[in-house]
């Protein structure tokens, strides 16, 4: 079984709001990272958030990290129909082996 | 530069064949994953490799499965008497290294249907 969690499942939104999709894992991690998934293929690398850190923020992004919770939260501001996609978070218990969750399917409604 | 190129992008084959799924890093990359995404899941860690030596393969499903990288650059992931619980999209990224916070970046992936 995976090692994250995203929720919700599926988000529809209008063009201008903000999305905010959230992640929970189990077990003690080094880093949290989020990832974009456009029509089922490769993945994009959106923002890395280390254990020891609690926001990061990356152009519209803003990820937060509470370890005590086991959670992160993404997210997206003023969103646009081009950020339609499906979104993934991954942990890193140790390097090399990323273990991600099934994702949350954004829908940005022009 | 170029990224992550996996050839072929779509594979097609019958229930028992062999196949072979190819992997080209982006240059100077010294790690290499390899992940199998079934629809509507998100990836699901295969192997990875640092350098030729495969680091950590506990993610292959059975011994029908194996990976090369033998010059610690392209890599091969080989299925062997493919079944139909195979069909999914087999993803490969690299990084610069194993290093944790090292981003890893994903090819476009060979989408396989075993029938």
């Known amino acids: 079984s995976q090692q994250g969690e995203e929720d919700p499942q599926a988000l529809s939104i209008q063009e201008g709001e903000n999305a905010t999709m959230n992640c929970s894992y189990k077990?003690?991690?080094?880093?949290l990272q989020w990832y974009r998934q456009n029509s089922g293929r490769g993945l994009v690398h959106l923002i890395l958030?280390?254990?020891?850190?609690r926001e990061k923020h990356s152009g519209r992004l803003r990820v937060t990290l509470d370890t005590s919770k086991k959670s992160s939260s993404l997210l997206i501001t003023a969103s646009r129909a081009a950020d339609t996609a499906s979104y993934f978070c991954?942990?890193?218990?140790?390097?090399?082996?990323?273990?991600f969750g099934d994702g949350t399917t954004l829908t940005v409604k022009p | 530069g170029a990224g992550v190129s996996q050839t072929p992008s779509n594979k097609v084959t019958e229930k028992g064949k062999y196949v072979e799924l190819r992997c080209d890093p982006i240059?100077?990359?010294?790690?290499l994953y390899w992940y199998r995404q079934s629809l509507g899941q998100g990836p699901e860690f295969l192997i990875y490799?640092?350098?030729?030596?495969?680091?950590?393969d506990s993610g292959l499903p059975n011994d029908r499965f194996f990976a090369v990288r033998p010059e610690g650059s392209v890599s091969t992931l080989k299925i062997q008497r493919t079944e139909r619980g195979d069909s999914a999209v087999y993803l490969c990224?690299?990084?610069?290294?194993?290093?944790?916070?090292?981003?890893?970046?994903f090819g476009p992936g060979t989408r396989l249907t075993v029938l």
């Open positions: 990224a690299s990084s610069r290294s194993l290093a944790g916070d090292n981003e890893q970046f």
């Open positions: 077990t003690s991690i080094n880093n």
């Open positions: 490799f640092q350098g030729t030596g495969a680091a950590d």
């Open positions: 991954a942990t890193d218990a140790r390097a090399g082996k990323s273990t």
């Open positions: 958030i280390r254990s020891n850190e």
């Open positions: 240059s100077g990359h010294t790690a």
